[in-house]
């Protein structure tokens, strides 16, 4: 009885606590940018440990009013017990869901599930036109894979990429037109949080990949660009890569 009392006054906060405990444990082990962008991690910081001095004051401030209800002989009722142990169990299992989400399994980073759920290259904040402009007469080998995307999509032909070569870090997920020879190297933009995250990628043409390379493992294509060699891939223009390597995921695996 204590304990079914103890989770129905204390599970919000009980849950509170989780979630303030897994966010200042991801700001200070360095994993709290698989969620949110670099430029919000002070205030979510000092909002985390503002919410947690409130929470503790809860235990302090908030009276005690879990009680049984008796009926008119004296005792409380049956079916309103056996409500309170199912919703007992239901508390348990809240938290428990909760630490082990939160506490215990790993923080992971978004990947191709993610993208063919949103627009890959579609709507992820890249540059203005008059930007990508700005880098043709820029010097191409310090170029991010933002760049390259952006003077693809915006009239970046092969006359001007000939001659020109990239390297870019990515993890790799299939051309849904042509997946068995075309593979994009993508990353996320991240503009606020993971929520609103914007898979971005560079289209690479290498028929066979998936006998080298897993679905969301990471690469480093090198190589550059001409018109596509596949005849059912969307993509005009792709990389053919002169080197593809596996690396380990990087630790800061969004873009900003």
């Not at 390297?167 to 593979?183: A, I, L, Q, R």
């Not at 994009?184 to 991240?190: P, Q, S």
Request: aromatic share 10%; glycine share 8%.
């Amino acid at each position: 009885m204590f304990y079914r009392r103890l989770l129905d006054r204390w599970l919000g906060v009980l849950l509170s606590i989780i979630g303030v405990v897994a966010t200042l444990w991801l700001g200070f082990t360095g994993q709290l940018a698989l969620y949110i962008h670099p430029r919000y991690f002070e205030f979510t910081i000092i909002m985390a440990l503002i919410a947690g001095v409130l929470a503790l004051a809860a235990f302090v401030l908030v009276p005690d009013g879990a009680a049984a209800h008796p009926d008119e002989h004296g005792h409380a009722d049956a079916g309103n017990s056996r409500w309170r142990r199912l919703g007992a169990a239901g508390s348990t299992l809240i938290a428990a869901a909760a630490v082990v989400g939160l506490l215990i399994l790993p923080p992971s980073t978004l990947s191709t599930a993610t993208v063919t759920q949103r627009d890959l290259n579609g709507s992820a904040p890249t540059l203005s036109r008059d930007e990508a402009e700005e880098l043709v007469g820029a010097d191409y080998t310090t170029f991010t894979m933002k760049d390259w995307i952006s003077l693809l999509r915006q009239g970046g032909g092969e006359e001007f990429l000939a001659g020109k070569t990239a390297t870019v870090t990515g993890f790799v997920t299939p051309d849904k037109s042509d997946p068995e020879n075309v593979f994009y190297a993508a990353r996320f933009v991240v503009t606020c949080c993971a929520v609103d995250a914007q898979p971005i990628g560079l289209p690479v043409y290498s028929p066979g990949w998936q006998d080298r390379f897993e679905t969301d493992s990471w690469v480093t294509v090198s190589g550059g660009f001409r018109t596509n060699p596949s005849q059912i891939s969307d993509e005009a223009l792709v990389m053919v890569p002169d080197s593809i390597s596996p690396v380990p995921e990087p630790d800061s695996p969004y873009v900003y």
